[in-house]
């Protein structure tokens, strides 16, 4: 039986004034699994993240979550069950914050998320 991700990207591509900012990005994130996406100012970090929760779509392939493309979702239900924190070494950080380096993202899924609830 194929894994069923929380969150994929299937050859996904995504174009800002004719430049090219993600080429054809694909990677599974299992539910429950963290990921972190490491990169320099401009790399595609955030357009990546914001394809998750339906602030911008793909020029070309797919980003699925829960086994649904994010086109098809329900925009405010999709985005209810996700959260994303971004944050650099100027901030302070608390009990409820990531402190991290400079230019990292960091992707949680929250479990109840996948409980096809949708």
């Given at each position: 039986m194929p894994t069923q991700f929380a969150v994929e990207f299937r050859e996904v591509t995504y174009r800002a004034g004719g430049k090219p900012?993600?080429?054809?990005?694909?990677?599974?994130v299992e539910p429950g699994e963290t990921l972190v996406l490491l990169g320099r100012s401009g790399s595609g970090k955030?357009?990546?993240?914001?394809?998750?929760n339906g602030l911008l779509f793909p020029s070309g392939g797919q980003v699925l979550v829960d086994g649904k493309p994010?086109?098809?979702w329900d925009l405010i239900r999709l985005r209810r069950g996700i959260g994303y924190v971004s944050a650099s070494l100027r901030g302070?950080?608390?009990?409820?914050?990531y402190l991290v380096a400079p230019q990292i993202v960091e992707l949680k899924l929250q479990a109840k998320f996948l409980c096809n609830s949708h």
């Open positions: 900012i993600l080429d054809q990005l694909s990677f599974g955030t357009t990546a993240l914001k394809m998750v994010t086109v098809e302070t950080g608390s009990a409820d914050t």
